[in-house]
């Protein structure tokens, strides 16, 4: 009964490159979300999605972020052009349902550093 | 502006004895709150959440208090063993379209000692 499966673990990128992150949701899950935890600080919310619709993407920045969720395959998340201040651990979580007694569970995250 | 606040970035605490972590919050939509548990190199693992129409909720060693008034709620952990060395996340959340969403304290780092 796997959990949650985000890769790579760790991802350097030079300045400008593209990083993809990817986030297998836990079996019976469609809802999924990611959360970025820069240095020293908590996990913030980035967006959520159901399969091919994006429900909330009011946490991810407006420009170079982007996500997916296709009907077959994992979730990605894209960051275009990675900038120094993107470096952080992005989590990525699923639950059943959107109800609060089903708390998020959360993959292990990928680290993100940029050069 | 941080809207889930923990004031203490570490703890030390001697095996067997109590830990207790606190968190404070601002906003006063938030309804539903939850720990969670982090070992370094792994993701947030859920441990227990109270609803703000509860005052107490316990499971096991771990027991969640929330006072609404004062807008605080702390986790106690008795009795402490190594193993809940971590750090420990309070989050908190609003009903309404946003309810997925959790706002995150900074956390507090918990060291048991034997």
């Known amino acids: 009964n796997a959990g949650v499966m985000q890769n790579p673990r760790h991802l350097v990128r030079r300045r400008g490159q593209e990083a993809r992150l990817r986030c297998s949701p836990m079996k019976g899950h469609s809802h999924v979300y990611w959360y970025r935890q820069l240095p020293e600080e908590g996990l913030k919310f980035m967006v959520y999605?159901?399969?091919?619709?994006?429900?909330?993407e009011s946490g991810m920045p407006k420009e170079r972020f982007s996500a997916e969720f296709p009907k077959e395959g994992p979730s990605i998340l894209r960051i275009q052009q990675v900038v120094r201040g993107d470096s952080a651990a992005y989590f990525c979580a699923s639950s059943p349902d959107r109800e609060l007694n089903s708390p998020l569970h959360f993959g292990n995250g990928t680290r993100l550093t940029v050069t | 502006d941080q809207q889930v606040k923990q004031n203490s970035p570490s703890l030390s605490v001697q095996e067997g004895r109590i830990s207790i972590l606190n968190c404070d919050y601002t906003n006063s939509m938030f309804d539903y709150f939850l720990w969670y548990k982090k070992y370094p190199a792994e993701g947030p693992t859920f441990l227990i959440s109270?609803?703000?129409?509860?005052d107490k909720n316990e499971d096991g060693r771990f027991t969640v208090f929330l006072n609404k008034s004062a807008k605080h709620l702390s986790l106690h952990i008795v009795p402490s063993q190594p193993g809940d060395s971590a750090v420990y996340f309070c989050a908190a959340s609003a009903r309404g379209a946003g309810s997925y969403q959790l706002t995150f304290g900074k956390g507090t780092k918990l060291s048991v000692i034997p």
């Open positions: 999605l159901q399969k091919e619709n994006i429900i909330d």
């Open positions: 109270i609803s703000s129409i509860k």
